[in-house]
């Protein structure tokens, strides 16, 4: 898995304001996305990401 910090992803879930794009804002065991809809943050378990991952739309 090629993810690097300010890279967009597309998750194959959407956030509750209708958004399916976050921004990684930090990486390690755990991910912090930020949600490109409404700024929201949140800490989610690298499996999950990986597990949901639908693209990279845009590399940093």
């Known amino acids: 898995m090629d993810i690097n910090v ?13 958004s399916q794009e976050w921004e990684v804002l930090r990486i390690g065991a755990d991910f912090r996305l930020k949600c490109m809809g409404c700024n929201h943050q949140i ?5 999950l990401v990986e597990k949901n991952l639908r693209e990279i739309l845009k590399k940093a």
């Open 6 to 18: 300010g890279d967009v992803v597309k998750l194959k879930k959407m956030h509750p304001c209708g």
């Open 43 to 47: 800490m989610i378990a690298r499996k």
